[in-house]
């Protein structure tokens, strides 16, 4: 059986302008671990601090994690399309071909 439960996809935007975009139970919790330097391995580290740019809460882990690994597959344009909930452009740049 699958337990319910508050799982939340986010995306920060670094001081070097980059996106890291992540998965967590405790959004509050993790952002403070992203700024507090609590892990010296993690991606965020020296790209401290991090601002957050967008969130989406999910009833089941599984979505959240499908929902996260589909949106670090995206363009730095789409991710901003995201957090502006700019669905068209959203649409517009999935048909994009290079």
């Known amino acids: 059986m699958t337990r319910v ?4 996809v986010y995306i920060l935007e670094c001081t070097d302008k980059s ?14 671990q992203h700024n507090s330097g609590e892990n010296i391995l993690a991606y965020t580290f020296s790209r401290r601090p991090v601002v957050l740019k967008y969130y989406q809460r999910f009833d089941l882990i599984e979505d959240a994690i499908n929902f996260e ?20 452009e959203i649409v517009r740049l999935s048909n994009y071909k290079k």
């Open 5 to 8: 439960h508050n799982y939340f």
């Open 69 to 88: 690994k589909q949106i670090k597959g995206w363009s730095r344009k789409k991710k901003e399309a995201l957090f502006n909930e700019d669905w068209n």
């Open 19 to 32: 996106y890291y975009v992540g998965v967590t139970n405790d959004l509050e919790t993790r952002l403070s």
